[in-house]
């Protein structure tokens, strides 16, 4: 799969000065991308071994890594 940066440049809506930007939109996005896989095999829920419900890590990371992109 080509990556969408040289076709971005080549019409002007991607520059040099957005590099960081994009850097840090793919880096969450393969964040997001992992922890979904992993949501796949295992629970959103965990209990503790003191009997509390808590939301799964990976849950808490793909939450995170989403409302990086969509910002």
């Given at each position: 799969?080509?990556?969408?940066?040289?076709?971005?440049?080549?019409?002007?809506?991607?520059?040099?000065?957005?590099?960081?930007?994009?850097?840090?939109?793919?880096?969450?996005?393969?964040?997001?991308?992992?922890?979904?896989?992993?949501?796949?095999?295992?629970?959103?829920?965990?209990?503790?071994?003191?009997?509390?419900?808590?939301?799964?890590?990976?849950?808490?990371i793909?939450?995170?890594?989403?409302e990086?992109?969509?910002?």
């Amino acid at each position: 799969m080509e990556t969408p940066g040289p076709g971005l440049d080549a019409i002007g809506i991607l520059t040099r000065i957005d590099r960081a930007a994009l850097a840090g939109y793919c880096q969450s996005w393969g964040r997001w991308v992992e922890a979904e896989r992993k949501l796949v095999e295992s629970p959103p829920l965990l209990r503790t071994p003191a009997g509390y419900v808590q939301l799964s890590p990976w849950l808490k990371i793909a939450n995170r890594e989403r409302e990086f992109m969509l910002r």
